[in-house]
């Protein structure tokens, strides 16, 4: 199974930007999918998750209402929009997912490679 992230670059503050993260490989189900961040001298933090099935997806409070999180289950891949971004948002961005291979595999969890977002003019 891999996560493959795309969509990452430089974007001026108010400006927008659309993160991807395409699940591939031997995958029965998918249960959470999630964004987090992980900022210069910073921990890595969980800023944006959907559940399958939910339809209240959760943010933290560094980004709600103005971070969008969406996903396709046909396609396996989860979305991040970002609108009006700030420079305090430039982070390595990584998707996460937590997954089943086969019907008899356990939940499991699994990471993008991350993709670097720049907030500045």
């Known amino acids: 199974v891999q996560l493959q992230a795309s969509g990452g670059g430089l974007v001026q503050p108010g400006g927008s930007l659309r993160l991807s993260c395409a699940a591939s490989g031997s995958i029965f189900s998918i249960n959470a999918m999630a964004w987090y961040r992980q900022g210069p001298g910073k921990q890595r933090e969980l800023i944006a998750q959907?559940?399958?099935?939910?339809?209240?997806?959760s943010y933290a409070d560094s980004v709600k209402g103005r971070f969008t999180i969406s996903r396709d289950n046909d396609k396996n891949t989860v979305y991040l929009q970002m609108n009006s971004p700030k420079p305090v948002d430039t982070a390595v961005y990584y998707c996460?997912?937590?997954?089943?291979?086969?019907?008899?595999?356990?939940?499991?969890?699994?990471w993008g490679q991350g993709t670097l977002v720049t907030v500045s003019s």
């Open positions: 959907i559940i399958r099935g939910s339809s209240k997806p």
């Open positions: 996460n997912a937590d997954l089943k291979a086969r019907p008899s595999s356990t939940w499991s969890e699994y």
